[in-house]
């Protein structure tokens, strides 16, 4: 039943595009109310944005290797690098900001970090591992 839908395979080149593009739109959508504070709140969402750019951008390499070329090793490590650290940052940011909420209970908070803390994880996990391939030199097949 679920091989009736043509959803795009991660598989293709332009099926990791369509994923790796969703997990940047996914952050925006996740920091828009910050974005529409102003001030402090949205310059934490722009550097989470901007993590989240630095985290795909090796991840694209390795399915283009023309960007891996056109970039270097040096300027992907640290793009690789920066995306890793603003990824568990700000997972471990919006943790501390749940924890602290007075509104829950101490169960509710827990439970909600880790959900909060699973939703960003999970989807960056391809992400991460196509960065890491680039960097190791190992690319898709085409």
Known sequence: MLADFNLPSTDSPAGAALYIAGTVALTVWLRRAEFRQGGQGAATATLDLLSSVSLA????????????????????????????????????????????????????????????????????????????????????SP
């Not at 992907?76 to 829950?104: E, H, I």
């Not at 909600?112 to 699973?118: N, R, T, V, W």
């Open 57 to 140: 951008i090796p991840a694209l390499a390795y399915w283009n290797t023309a960007i891996a070329v056109r970039l270097g090793d040096g300027l992907l490590w640290l793009l690789f690098g920066l995306g890793v650290l603003g990824l568990l940052g700000f997972v471990l940011y919006d943790a501390l900001k749940v924890m602290r909420n007075p509104r829950l209970t101490q169960r509710q908070r827990r439970i909600i970090a880790a959900i909060g803390g699973a939703a960003v994880l999970v989807p960056s996990a391809l992400e991460v591992w196509w960065g890491g391939s680039a960097l190791a030199h190992v690319y898709a």
